[in-house]
């Protein structure tokens, strides 16, 4: 069994920083791209940044040059540093992880963490 689990969200004034982080525990042979997404009351859940085993990342155009996604193979973790945040930028966070579990790959998500920019 997969778990992923969020840390890091809360309540933040307009051009304040958060980091959020994201670890998958559990029994599994691999993780794939992992990525960060985000979910406004009444939206669609949105991507906002994913990265690669190898290092490589994507971003929204919306987060470009204020977030940035890292990520620890060795502690099956994913970061999530976010600068410069804007009221626009609240919404639950979740952060998805497919790994491959025998022959199979499946996506996991956590449970998501609240994040609220006060202007």
């Known amino acids: 069994q997969v778990q992923v689990v969020e840390f890091g969200g809360g309540l933040v004034q307009s051009g304040g920083s958060l980091r959020l982080s994201c670890a998958v525990f559990g029994s599994f042979v691999s993780i794939h791209v992992m990525g960060w997404y985000r979910q406004a009351p009444g939206k669609q859940r949105d991507l906002v940044a994913t990265i690669t085993g190898g290092g490589s990342t994507n971003y929204a155009d919306s987060v470009k040059g204020r977030f940035t996604i890292s990520r620890d193979n060795a502690k099956n973790t994913v970061y999530l540093q976010m600068n410069s945040l804007k009221p626009e930028d609240t919404a639950v966070y979740y952060c998805?992880?497919?790994?491959?579990?025998?022959?199979?790959?499946?996506?996991?998500w956590g449970q998501g963490t609240q994040v609220t920019v006060s202007s």
């Open positions: 998805k992880a497919p790994a491959r579990v025998g022959v199979t790959i499946q996506d996991y």
